[in-house]
């Protein structure tokens, strides 16, 4: 976040990169990172800038309406409040004329977790006079990397959450041959387990067997015409994630089958867990050489695999995404080579999932994901101990 102490870390990251300042803008909330940024508290209905500068004070625009959010903004830093349009264009103006400067702006659409500016708004502040880069690096630095007990609180969920998911289709194993559970019903006992272990999630989790298990974004619901039985003979997927109130989330995906599996399944779960190997092995390769990676990297790596096995065309997303300090699909880098051009690296502080899948319509699908956390010169998987045998129940 922002603030007096913080000040000379952001003017530091801007030099290094050439810029002259990053103007951090946000209406009705339409831009979170420039909300956490600010830690702004309060109605915010109008237009808010606010201009960090490579040297000096960084300065506020606002309006008059809305004081009370920046009671707090430093008295030392500028402030300009604007009523009328053409006091927020002329105050606007001189700060960013002639200047390089960051903004959440991805040439393209890129990038869309970091197209947050609308282009109404860019072509204002190049009117202005100002030459408008993308913020990416400067998000990765100050808005998604994990502290020390972040990623202590993450590790503590990602345990919590493989015993559930390992309970869950022991649970369903017992019950399949005589009274099978409903995926709706087995993915409300896992959310009871998660309060049960102070555990919190903002939905699902994805509770998916045979064909449903063949569509990434599934989630069963209450008598629809989907649910199925988890009865003997078919893959189960369970995908899910929660974290410590106020902590880091943890995400991953666990398969099994009921029953012993037929070759095509073997191969299936092969590929994907191969596919999730391939890419954690050049993240520990490159972190432990301190070499730079970046997420591309991985989602090559993990996409070749699944290629060379025949079923490239049943890998239709990325191989992971961000977790950020906030959000579960966070705004650092992804790993990712496919849906998006994110070239940002993976530097020590990001944590994300890997999470290769294949999906075959009608059929079933299988994923593995797991969660990984870049270090200094070491990379933590979570959980500890996670799946590399297709589980049979």
């Known amino acids: 976040m922002l ?14 990169a050439g810029l002259d300042g990053w103007l951090l803008y946000d209406f009705r909330g339409i831009n979170p990172i420039a909300g956490a940024m600010l830690g702004l508290e309060g109605m915010l209905s109008r237009r808010i800038f606010v201009w960090i500068p490579r040297a000096g004070a960084p300065t506020a625009v606002t309006h008059a309406i809305e004081p009370r ?67 990416g690096d400067l998000v990765t630095q100050f808005y998604a990397l994990w502290d020390a007990a972040q990623l202590a609180s ?22 399949a041959a005589t009274s099978p559970l ?28 045979g064909p449903n298990a063949a569509d990434p974004h599934y989630e069963p619901v209450e008598g629809g015409p989907r649910t199925l039985p988890i009865a003997p003979g078919v893959v189960l997927l369970i ?37 999730r190997d391939a890419a954690i092995g050049v993240l520990r390769e490159r972190v432990r ?16 695999v699944i290629v060379a096995r025949g079923f490239g065309a049943h890998f239709p997303h990325r191989t992971g995404h961000s ?13 990712d080579d496919l849906e998006t051009r994110d070239d940002r690296a993976l530097i020590p502080g990001v944590g994300f999932s890997i999470e290769p899948g294949i999906y075959l319509a009608g059929s079933f699908g299988m994923r593995s994901e797991v969660n990984a956390f870049v270090g ?18």
């Open 3 to 16: 603030s007096p102490d913080a000040l000379p870390r952001f003017q530091a990251a801007l030099g290094a």
């Open 69 to 135: 959010p920046w009671a707090t903004w430093p008295k030392e830093w500028g402030h300009v409040v604007y009523s009328a349009w053409r006091d927020l264009e002329g105050a606007l103006a001189p700060l960013v004329r002639g200047k390089r400067i960051a903004m959440e702006y991805s040439p393209g659409d890129a990038v869309p977790v970091l197209d947050r500016v609308p282009g109404g708004v860019l072509d204002l502040v190049r009117q202005a006079g100002a030459t408008v880069l993308s913020s």
């Open 154 to 175: 993450h590790c503590r969920a990602a345990e919590g959450i493989a015993a559930i998911a390992r309970d869950a289709m022991a649970l369903a194993a017992r019950s």
């Open 182 to 209: 409903t995926e709706y019903a087995l993915q409300r006992w896992i959310r009871d387990r998660f309060a049960r272990a102070g555990l919190e999630t903002d939905h699902g989790p994805n509770v998916s067997v």
């Open 239 to 275: 995908d899910l994630w929660a974290r410590e109130p106020h902590g880091i989330y943890a995400d991953q995906t666990w398969v099994a089958t009921l029953g012993t599996p037929d070759a095509r399944t073997i191969e299936v779960w092969n590929a994907v867990r191969d596919a």
């Open 289 to 304: 050489a301190r070499l730079p990676v970046r997420g591309a990297e991985l989602d090559d790596a993990a996409r070749g």
């Open 323 to 335: 977790i950020d300090s906030r959000d579960l699909h966070g705004s650092g880098p992804n790993i």
């Open 376 to 393: 200094d010169g070491e990379v933590t998987i979570t959980p500890t101990e996670y799946q590399q045998d297709l589980t049979v129940l």
